[in-house]
């Protein structure tokens, strides 16, 4: 299926490059004014990159400073010669250190190992002796100057503990799953009873004195000490045997007594989980078919005092305000126990398995994405992420499914298209333009936003586009007019309406005048409109240069042609020799046409500077089970140079998507969204999104 898709994929980008052709030869009747440089570095330079993603829940639109990302590496811990586990880390209740059972790269000599989060600070507690239990149980204490752990022994399992500086190391009791008193001299446990032939929890002093049990159901699982002291709430299964395993539970005070049931008979995803404020129970189970989160309240408050809350899934932790609980494992999400409505953090995509920090501001959290790409990596990387991002803003709401963007190259407005929701259920395509902060949206009456059917002026203050022409005197169907309007859409005004198929239109940088192609006169040409009095001349007769099947039939929708900066010169696919080139004509000096060709290249935009531009292109021609390596060539358009700006790769082929220079032409950006510097240097992947533009 996934070959199918490559081999579709690849076969419409091909039709639609092969489809588009143009230009040039001459019959130079009018000269264009000379070119200004688009180049420079303005005052207000677009310095942000809008995008489009579906990261927060829905297909929107969004804008990103490319130079900060909500989610930083906090700290690289690496041992040599030591593997270091990601789903079993233990850390303090500061979060300031992580401890593990490290090992080999082939899993031999296990040792109790302990870190500092940032990285720094690694060292071993102690030589593992026995068998490690799978998955890891450990826990720091709640004063945060001990450690406790499971020890499998002979088909045993015992508790020991010991101090951070790896002295009055010492068993406990028997027991398989452990948890702190609030104070940090006792341990709560469950453990399975030879001569009762049962399970119970039971609770111990730290050295191993006063050891009693707490329940009476001879089936505990698991259980947890309330950060108060007062509650341990506990695991039971069920007697019965059902094709799922069912479990009650209840809490109960530390010495047996004021048992309370919280609920029965329920499947279990994850483990108990107290809020700090010690007002609720959380836990993860199924109601009515439906998987998410039950949270108990303590307080014998009217009302509902048992809440569940679908969708919200483990691993989950509390905030330490007790309001919010993030959740999940590869998109991290923050559900508000007020509004009781999840939002997904957006920019946490590709990480999960949050923990709170101390601030109730940042999460620790995995990178799951690098985890599943490199499994067998050695080291350890912790990230830090912000609960409220800075850096990354949301300008459409989920009600507007967005699927294409353009920007002027001053970054100064957004336009898009979106398919709205009505209130039938149905939905109505359109075009829209918005502010990058966020303000001034609007619908425009245009049709179309690719590359050849739009234009902005340099400054963004204007847009050009066609409309299809009707019930005119000599109209042909498929005949277009150009318009011009405001960036807000108003002020439309008929520039080109001589019936003909009239297409491709670009601004001339000093927003006077437009160039465009069209087929009036039985001939192919590019012509020049000034605004204001709407007289039209002929640049240069250009068609020798298109494709019969064009000249044959003008209403050719997917027509490619990709006009430079300074709307001197354009590129689409050539048409001469084999397939697979690209043409690039300079309308001044239409008989030096450049060609170059590939396997499948396509136009990713051109350099500011309206001397090079940017293609992509297929390393080779065969669709494999997975995506076909590509790569990033910057071809100057004198044919002087070609050079590669990014190296053949597979993982995700952004340049497919998009891609987008700033106005000074020293970054660019890719979908991805992943930015380098002009020679293809310095990546740096920021979020998950594609057809970036830059913006204010």
């Given at each position: 299926m996934r070959t199918k898709l490559i081999l579709t994929f690849l076969s419409l980008l091909l039709q639609t490059m092969q489809t588009a052709s143009v230009l040039a030869q001459q019959s130079q009747t009018t000269r264009l004014p000379p070119s200004e440089q688009t180049g420079s570095e303005a005052a207000t330079a677009p310095s942000k990159i809008a995008f489009i993603s579906d990261i927060g829940g829905?297909?929107?639109?969004?804008?990103?400073?490319?130079?900060?990302?909500?989610?930083?590496?906090?700290?690289?811990?690496?041992?040599?010669?030591?593997?270091?586990?990601?789903?079993?880390?233990?850390?303090?209740?500061?979060?300031?250190?992580?401890?593990?059972?490290?090992?080999?790269?082939?899993?031999?000599?296990?040792?109790?190992?302990?870190?500092?989060?940032?990285?720094?600070?690694?060292?071993k507690l102690m030589d593992w002796k026995g068998v490690i239990r799978s998955p890891f149980s450990a826990s720091y204490s709640r004063t945060g100057d001990r450690v406790a752990f499971v020890i499998s022994e002979e088909n045993l399992s015992k508790i020991y503990a010991m101090k951070l500086d790896g002295s009055d190391f010492h068993f406990v009791?028997?027991?398989?799953?452990?948890?702190?008193?609030?104070?940090?001299?006792?341990?709560?446990?469950t453990t399975y009873v030879p001569e009762k032939q049962a399970r119970y929890v039971r609770v111990v002093n730290i050295d191993g004195t006063n050891l009693h049990d707490v329940s009476t159901g001879g089936r505990a699982v698991e259980c947890t000490w309330s950060p108060d002291g007062k509650r341990l709430a506990v695991i039971e299964s069920r007697a019965e045997t059902t094709s799922e395993s069912r479990y009650d539970v209840f809490v109960v005070a530390p010495d047996g007594r004021q048992k309370q049931i919280v609920i029965e008979n329920r499947t279990l995803y994850w483990r108990l989980e107290w809020s700090p404020d010690c007002e609720f129970l959380s836990f993860?189970?199924?109601?009515?078919?439906?998987?998410?989160?039950?949270?108990?309240?303590?307080?014998?408050?009217?009302g509902k005092r048992l809440r569940f809350f679908a969708g919200v899934e483990a691993p989950f932790a509390w905030s330490p305000d007790c309001k919010h609980i993030a959740y999940g494992e590869d998109i991290v999400s923050i559900f508000d126990l007020s509004t009781e409505k999840a939002r997904i953090l957006f920019h946490t995509s590709g990480f999960g398995r949050p923990l709170w920090l101390p601030d109730g501001n940042h999460l620790f959290v995995y990178n799951t994405l690098g985890l599943r790409r490199n499994p067998d990596s050695l080291d350890l990387d912790l990230y830090v992420t912000q609960i409220e991002p800075r850096y990354i803003k949301r300008l459409t709401d989920e009600g507007m499914d967005v699927s294409d963007i353009s920007c002027p190259p001053n970054g100064k407005v957004i336009a898009f298209v979106a398919n709205t929701k009505t209130n039938d259920g149905t939905s109505n395509s359109g075009v829209y333009s918005i502010n990058p902060d966020g303000s001034?949206?609007?619908?425009?009456?245009?049709?179309?936003?690719?590359?050849g059917w739009f234009a902005w002026s340099a400054d963004g203050s204007k847009i050009a586009f066609f409309k299809e022409m009707t019930n005119c005197k000599g109209c042909r169907p498929g005949n277009l007019q150009i318009q011009v309007a405001n960036a807000d859409g108003l002020g439309e005004q008929t520039i080109v309406n001589e019936p003909a198929w009239n297409f491709a239109p670009a601004w001339l940088p000093d927003g006077k005048s437009i160039?465009?192609?069209?087929?009036?006169?039985?001939?192919?040409?590019?012509?020049?409109?000034?605004?204001?009095?709407k007289r039209t001349h002929l640049i240069a007769d250009v068609s020798r240069w298109l494709p019969k099947h064009v000249r044959n039939d003008a209403n050719q929708s997917s027509i490619s042609i990709a006009w430079s900066p300074d709307a001197t010169k354009f590129a689409t696919s050539a048409t001469s020799g084999r397939p697979g080139g690209i043409r690039v004509i300079?309308?001044?000096?239409?008989?030096?046409?450049?060609?170059?060709?590939?396997?499948?290249?396509?136009?990713?935009?051109?350099?500011p500077d309206s001397r090079r531009i940017a293609v992509g292109d297929l390393v080779h021609g065969m669709a494999m089970n997975s995506i076909t390596?590509?790569?990033?060539?910057?071809?100057?358009?004198?044919?002087s140079s070609r050079v590669k700006l990014i190296a053949p790769f597979v993982d995700s082929a952004p340049q497919l998507f998009g891609m987008s220079w700033s106005l000074d032409g020293k970054r660019f950006a890719c979908s991805g969204i992943t930015t380098f510097d002009a020679d293809g240097s310095n990546q740096r992947w920021i979020v998950t999104g594609y057809r970036p533009a830059w913006v204010q």
């Open positions: 829905g297909q929107s639109l969004y804008v990103v400073n490319p130079d900060h990302s909500d989610t930083q590496l906090f700290g690289k811990l690496h041992i040599e010669g030591v593997r270091i586990p990601r789903q079993d880390l233990v850390f303090s209740p500061d979060r300031k250190q992580v401890m593990f059972v490290g090992s080999s790269k082939f899993g031999k000599e296990p040792a109790l190992w302990i870190a500092n989060t940032d990285g720094s600070g690694a060292r009791a028997d027991g398989d799953q452990l948890a702190w008193s609030p104070d940090g001299h006792q341990l709560a446990l993860v189970a199924n109601f009515e078919g439906n998987r998410g989160l039950y949270v108990w309240s303590t307080r014998e408050a009217s001034n949206l609007r619908k425009l009456p245009v049709a179309r936003i690719q590359s160039v465009f192609v069209s087929d009036r006169g039985n001939t192919f040409g590019v012509y020049i409109t000034d605004i204001q009095s300079d309308v001044k000096k239409p008989s030096a046409a450049f060609e170059f060709f590939g396997i499948a290249p396509w136009l990713l935009g051109w350099t390596p590509s790569y990033i060539d910057l071809v100057a358009v004198d044919g």
